[in-house]
């Protein structure tokens, strides 16, 4: 906000961010760009919650506290109980505005310069089912890739027909005419960067190995 005083990532420490779950992965990112890229101390933020984990086990850092039952991360902003938010859209005439001026040439620059393109879903099949169809994973694998190919070649003509294929459009000078991969390779800075964050800011308990992540049947697919 505003009229936080806040006028650079440095500033952050000491504040109160707010973010609707520690482990939203838009906030595992941020603050992992945030740390890498800014030198941010992530300890000494006050991450304020607004919603619940999803994970009823899971136990979250000190510096993590949550708001109010029903808080709204807007209302908190608005009102001074937190400085900055995650998630939040700017809102000139209310005060909000982007920490970092020009978000969007900003994730072209992080990107260009690491390689990174932050991920925020994963399809997740269960062991045991893995174990009754060995085909599964690869076969979903290649229905992924086929409804990519359809949409990406009747992007053009979608221009401008929902604010998804704008930025897709958008975003293809910069990561190539396939700029959502599916393949490992193509992801592997993306996801290790992502395990790297997770255990650093105690989302999971250590960090992982790629390849544990994924059937050995779809490791080497393209």
Same mark, same amino acid.
């Given at each position: ?7 650079s990532?440095a ?6 961010v ?5 482990t939203?992965?838009p906030?595992?990112?941020?603050r992992?760009?945030?740390?890498s ?9 006050r ?9 009823a086990?899971?136990v979250?850092?000190?510096?993590v506290?949550s708001?109010?039952?029903?808080s709204?991360l807007?209302e908190?902003?608005l009102?001074?109980?937190i ?6 859209p ?6 909000i ?8 040439q900003?994730g072209i620059d992080?990107?260009?310069q690491t390689?990174i393109?932050?991920?925020?879903h994963?399809m997740?099949?269960?062991?045991e ?6 085909w599964?994973?690869?076969t979903?694998?290649?229905l ?6 359809h949409?990406?070649?009747?992007l053009?003509g979608?221009?401008g027909?929902?604010?998804v294929d704008?930025?897709?459009l !958008?975003?293809?000078? &910069?990561?190539g005419d396939?700029?959502?991969?599916y @393949? /490992?390779?193509?992801n592997?800075?993306?996801?290790? *960067?992502?395990?790297a964050?997770? !255990?650093d800011q105690q &989302? ?5 190995e790629?390849? @544990? /992540?994924?059937?050995s049947s779809?490791?080497?697919? *393209?």
């Open positions: 906000h505003t009229q936080s005083g806040i006028q990532p500033d952050l420490a000491g504040r109160k707010g973010v609707r779950s520690y939203f992965t906030g595992v990112w941020v992992g760009i945030l740390q890229a800014y030198g941010v101390d992530l300890k000494q933020v991450w304020v919650l607004t919603g619940d984990e999803h994970v086990e899971y979250a850092p000190d510096h506290v708001a109010p039952a029903g709204d807007k908190l902003l009102a001074g109980e400085d900055a938010a995650i998630g939040v700017a809102d000139e005439e209310a005060g505005r982007p920490l970092i001026a020009d978000p969007q900003a992080y990107y260009r390689g393109y932050p991920i925020s994963m997740v099949i269960k062991d089912l893995l174990d009754a169809h060995p599964l994973a690869e979903l694998c290649d992924f890739v086929r409804a990519k190919r949409y990406l070649g009747q053009n979608n221009r027909a929902h604010p704008t930025a897709m !958008a975003m293809r000078p &910069v990561l396939d700029h959502i991969p @393949d /490992l390779e193509s592997r800075k993306s996801i290790e *960067a992502l395990i964050f997770c !255990a &989302v999971i308990p250590q960090a992982v790629v390849e @544990d /992540l994924f059937p779809v490791l080497n697919l *393209a």
